[in-house]
């Protein structure tokens, strides 16, 4: 029954994307189940997919990661690219978050929302480089409902008019589609069906995510029924089409030559501050 119902749930949202059996998918692979699962439908599925791993360099947790990844995509029988961030960026994770924090005042940006900033970087710019057609992300109804929150209680809803199962960017050839094919799953539907596949998985947390306003919005939802996260992600899609954002050309950062909607783009910007 689960089975069904998470895969037809994808199969549906695969539908609505358009995605073609011939695209080139680059699956972001963190070791974790959601974006394991998203793996295995879409191979599952006959899709073109090729794995993708950002190597944070977090000790032990990221070498746990990293083997999962390789097990998984073993089993899949798919290619795995993976990104090196100490030697591509001259240092882990922890070490550029920390420099990063050291040189902000006042209100620093948290853990997450630097590693976050850092990894769409890459995975925009490797991705285009690797030819991609698309990047597909493991983000499942939950988070879509925990984005949604955040930016309404940050008193930033038009944040939200580019999430979706697609984004919604200005179309540029320098940008990479990315695609959420689990974004309809609720989270505990997706971890009870990477159980059941007994998929190589890491199911604890990234031990970086100490602080971070996700989980406050996480530990809320939790509450909730599984019809009442439905309705939040359903009015967020409503409101979100009478968001009228005021999109800026795309241009391209005067650093880093990547799209910006700025003179700087938002990695720069953090990096270089």
């Known amino acids: 029954m689960l089975e069904q119902k998470v895969e037809a749930q994808v199969k549906k949202t695969l539908k609505e994307i358009g995605l073609s059996k011939k695209d080139r998918i680059l699956v972001a692979l963190s070791g974790g189940k959601d974006s394991s699962v998203t793996a295995y439908l879409l191979k599952k ?29 073993n089993l899949l029988q798919i290619k795995l690219h993976t990104y090196d961030i100490k030697k591509q960026m001259g240092n882990s994770m922890c070490y550029l978050r920390s420099a990063i924090q050291s040189k902000q005042q006042g209100n620093k940006l948290r853990n997450c929302a630097i590693c976050g900033v850092i990894k ?9 480089k690797l030819k991609a057609k698309m990047i597909a992300t493991g983000h499942n109804l939950d988070d879509e409902a925990q984005t949604f929150l955040m930016n309404i209680f940050k008193g ?3 944040l939200s008019s580019n999430i979706g199962i697609k984004t ?3 179309a540029d050839k320098k940008f990479v589609t990315r695609i959420k094919p689990l974004f309809y ?8 069906y990477s159980k059941n596949k007994k998929l190589p998985v890491v199911y604890e947390p990234c031990p970086c995510a100490l602080n971070s306003y996700r989980i406050e919005i996480r530990k809320f939802l939790n509450k909730i029924s599984e ?36 003179k700087i783009c938002k990695m720069c910007e953090i990096i270089k501050k």
């Open 156 to 158: 930033s809803p038009k």
């Open 185 to 192: 799953v609720l989270e505990e539907d997706v971890r009870k």
């Open 45 to 73: 599925f006959g899709y073109n997919i090729e794995g993708f791993h950002i190597d944070l360099k977090i000790g032990s947790y990221s070498e746990k990661c990293f083997k999962t990844i390789q097990e998984l995509c």
């Open 168 to 170: 919604k960017n200005i």
């Open 120 to 128: 769409k970087w890459i995975m925009n710019k490797e991705a285009r």
């Open 227 to 262: 019809k009442e996260k439905r309705k939040i992600v359903k009015n967020s899609e409503k409101m979100i089409k009478k968001i009228k954002k005021q999109e800026k050309e795309i241009s391209y950062c005067s650093m880093c030559g990547e799209p910006s909607r700025n």
